[in-house]
């Protein structure tokens, strides 16, 4: 039983790394922009089938395949802000309600293209992240899955330092604090927007890239690693970065744990109901700051 | 050189702009003459911080336009003013408390390219305000009323602006403080820096100030000197409505 | 009521299976006048109630497995079916607007998604009730299969043409509509005049879910089989876009929104062209954009235009 509570915890951290960056990206763009990015999870997608796409080439490093994955996005994230964001935008911050409904629709599209392009069936990309696996003891850790960690894990914390330390990522910051003060420093608005949107959508295509070695991917994937960027999102606190980290690992560990006592197929409910329940009990979030209240 | 001959640094001419559809000016003109201090008194509702996010560039007027230095500003977005000299600070929190006293200069230099610059710049805002010397590593967010002002004096001075527009800047403060930031005011002015300055405490305002002009509901009322101002009934009016108190 | 065009498409709808009797399209029909209320039901939520139910899907799914399953188990007429999903989906706004009615409407809209995820989840699982993922079909349905296409299809017609009035009669008619569009616009000012703010939103939730659940019902003995994907994300997605586009607030502009989108994205799927629900999502970021009133309130900015050619004070 012990063995199989470490195993799963171990599994869990691994899948958490990427909950984490995936929650990261939605904090990063709603922070700054205030809109709920229904299509992140798409822009997943979008980078796993970069990466089928680059895997479909004579080129087999998937290391490749993650370059590609980033191209894509972040061109496409930023097209998606700067056409269809933009318009909506009022004093630095995007109709919050016209915002949702457009990214709904933007994930209806994207999936369904993607669909419609590369057919329903599942896809993998040939070839692996990494060889083999580790043996701890009685415990079989997979080396991709600790790369997939070790790179969400590297991926997270370049991004916190680039926000802490950077001037642009200072510029960022202020934007999402207090879009007019910033405009007084001479920041331009518009383009920070751009450049976050862009950003966080990457985190996401890598993310997608990341995992297509190890699972497979098909059209539909985007909207559930939507769900858990918004769980992420949510049991962190909207607006704290540290915050989806933790919750990334919290979520992994438990969704991972979860297998032990529940019947196979319902730990896709430890999600949703730990989401629930923490916007029941404590809307901001565990490290949240932004104002939940109506 | 005489008040009133000093070249024009920024003016509206004949603006209309408001929210929606309703106009809140209505063809209002103010001027701010180089090494000024120009005031803009009114009651509420009068118009004035929305005169303050049409000259700034957060609002675009539907008749009328702007220029600084005779260019006709009006098409450019803040950020553009701002790099052309034009610096603000709003009524409410024109700084970032989450990020550090030092942080917050460095961002109020953002469009300065050189370090050295830079550098020098803070240096001498530090100096000029010790109280920011002593929190430069405390977040802002912490920093009282007063020593708030002083942070978004000296984030503004980092850019070496040529002409400052402050919105209600005793806003929240004590007397003393205010008499603090008025006098920073008058250096500044001295030092070659324009100002538009909106205030409700019109006393304090005709301390310092060369012209004001007096806005009520969206139009120009009057416009002179303090004194000229000053006169018995002339404010009350604006204030209270014809037929006075 | 009395606008020609309602004449028109009743004449219409009732001529159909006369003039077309291709089971298809009357097939097609249906469907898409069940998410008519579905479009409908959700509209009263949001365009009223500013409640936006990123769960719909719940509402529905519920409704329909309610039905199925309790008309099954307890060996009941199919007709009871959906007055069990109209009661079974009241009961989860209950349960849904108890905790989460305080919440920015951003964190509602999650809180409605995750229930509707819930749902899901147990409905993929719980094999001994609801046969996983193969779906529901041990219920009976409103008519033996064969033969009986008209008498379903002109069956459905009276009664979602019924549940779209009460929906509308409700919104617009009645002093709990009128409350809900004042809480909508300021829920600050409606509370100082007296409204009981939390216990309308709790109550607009459980109407919302109540004819949500009811189309469930027609859907579930209609159809005869009720599988998870009807609480998945499609389904919420494709309504708010039918309202959307059919413009929120209006309550007819959503369910005829619905029958229009639902069938011409059928028919395009028989053309052979994938991308029927690609455009669907092109449409509704078009609106969003372009026409965020949707087709409706086009249409009322035009008749207030035609009826004061001056134009009012605020700009179209």
Known sequence: MLLDLVYFTALGIMTGGLYGLLGLGLNLIFGVMRVINVSHGEMLTLGAYSAIVMGMTPVTSPWFAIAAAVLVVTVGGFLVARLLLQPLTVDGRVHEQRGLVLTLGLSFVVANLILAIFGPEYQKVPGQLAQGAYTVGDLVLEKQRLVILAASVAIAALLMLFLRYTLTGRAIRAVGENPEAAQACGISVRRIHLLTFALGSTLAGVSGALITPATYAMPAMGFSYTLYAFTVVIIGGLGSMWGALLAGFLLGIAESVSVIWLPSGYNAIVGPILMLAMLIVRPQGLLGRLSVRA | ?245 | MKHPATWMFLAVMLAIPLVAPNDFVIHTLCVAMIYAVLAASWDFLFGFGGLVSFGHAGFFGLGAYAAAIVTHKLGLSPWWGPFIGAGAAALLGLLIGLPTLRLRAVFLALATLAFAESLRVVASNWHDVTRGTLGFNAHRTFFRLSGEVHLSYYMLLAACLALVAAIYWIACRTEFGLNLRAIRSDDIRADALGINVVRKKIQAFMVGGLFAGAAGGLYAHYVGLVSPSELGATTTMLVIAMATIGGTGTILGPAAAALIIFVASELLRLAGTVYAQVAIGVLLIAFVLFLPDGVAGWLQRRRRLRLNPQGTTDKP
């Open chain 2, 1 to 245: 050189m005489a008040a009133n001959e000093a070249p024009v640094a920024l003016e509206a001419r004949a603006v209309t702009a408001g929210y929606g559809g309703s106009a809140v000016l209505q063809g209002l003109g103010v001027t701010v003459r180089a090494g000024s201090i120009t005031g803009v008194i009114g009651p509420n509702g009068a118009g004035k911080s929305t005169l303050l996010k049409v000259l700034v560039g957060y609002i675009r007027p539907s008749a009328g336009t702007v220029h600084f230095g005779g260019e006709d500003i009006t098409r450019l977005p803040p950020e553009e003013r701002i790099r052309c000299g034009v610096a603000y600070i709003a009524q409410q929190r024109s700084y970032f408390p989450s990020q550090s006293v030092a942080d917050n200069l460095r961002l109020g230099a953002y469009l300065v390219r050189d370090a050295g610059v830079r550098a020098r710049r803070e240096a001498a805002v530090l100096e000029r305000f010790p109280v920011l010397a002593e929190r430069r590593h405390q977040l802002a967010g912490m920093l009282s009323g007063g020593e708030a002002r002083m942070l978004e004096l000296g984030r503004m001075l980092m850019m070496a602006p040529r002409l400052a527009i402050l919105d209600e800047p005793s806003i929240g403060l004590s007397p003393r403080m205010i008499d603090v930031v008025y006098g920073q005011v008058r250096r500044l002015r001295e030092e070659g820096i324009s100002f538009l300055i909106v205030e409700q405490n019109v006393r304090k305002l005709f301390a310092v100030a060369d012209q004001v002009f007096a806005l009520d509901s969206g139009r120009n009322r009057l416009a002179g000197s303090p004194a000229a101002l000053s006169a018995e009934g002339v404010l009350a009016e604006l204030y209270l409505g014809p037929g006075g108190a």
